[in-house]
């Protein structure tokens, strides 16, 4: 689900080159390319890609303009979780714990800890100490995907949830399963960017292929 869930390859026929990104996620990922030719022609070539999940996409072809003469052509992607035309479908989240315990919540939409730009409509919902794990902080560096245990729900819609800061060990569901409303995905933790023990949800898709969106939603 990292940075090998697309990987891309290019296949020549005479004089023409196409260039393919392969999806190894478990969600749609939207993907920003760039080209760079010397005496080449590019076609099909779209600034934006929804890459399915699993699926196989041309990105651009590019063909030689002057046999005769030398070329050359370089090739890069980014790309976001997410299809970035995908709108919510209206619905009402079951509470992401036990509806029967009381929980606080730590902050809010528009939080000015970290509920700015691409998470502006999140939701940190203090959980208790004895279910927390400690390999968290305030350290920027911890912000970084590979410092934080999470689970990522795709939905019909094109969106996603996302549930953060599990505990080490304590996610329950496994790549491309299919899970239902109430069923038990992970232990909360204070794992990544993290002040205290707490669960962050939202829902969210890519922006494009360099930032991510997030959406009001409704418990």
């Not at 528009?110 to 968290?136: C, I, K, N, R």
Request: charged letters at 15%; one cysteine or more; proline letters at 6%.
């Amino acid at each position: 689900f990292g940075s090998g869930s697309l990987r891309h390859t290019i296949r020549q026929t005479g004089d023409s080159f196409a260039w393919y990104v392969v999806s190894d996620a478990a969600i749609a990922c939207t993907l920003a390319p760039a080209i760079t030719t010397t005496n080449m022609d590019v076609a099909a070539f779209a600034p934006l890609q929804v890459v399915p999940a699993g699926e196989t996409v041309k990105l651009a072809t590019f063909t030689i303009t002057d046999p005769a003469q030398a070329y050359k052509y370089g090739v890069s992607y980014r790309f976001r979780f997410g299809d970035y035309t995908a709108a919510p479908s209206p619905y009402v989240y079951a509470l992401p714990w036990s509806a029967t315990e009381p929980r606080k919540v730590g902050q809010g939409f528009h939080g000015t800890f970290s509920h700015t730009g691409d998470s502006e409509y999140a939701v940190d919902v203090l959980m208790p100490e004895g279910q927390a794990a400690t390999t968290g902080g305030t350290d920027p560096g911890f912000k970084e995907i590979e410092r934080v245990n999470f689970v990522y729900v795709a939905h019909a819609d094109g969106t996603f949830a996302k549930y953060l800061h599990l505990a080490p060990g304590g996610v329950r569901v496994a790549l491309g399963q299919a899970v239902a409303r109430g069923e038990l995905l992970g232990l909360s933790g204070n794992t990544g960017f993290s002040s205290a023990p707490h669960l962050h949800f939202e829902l969210g898709a890519a922006r494009d292929g360099v930032s991510s969106r997030s959406f009001p939603f409704k418990w």
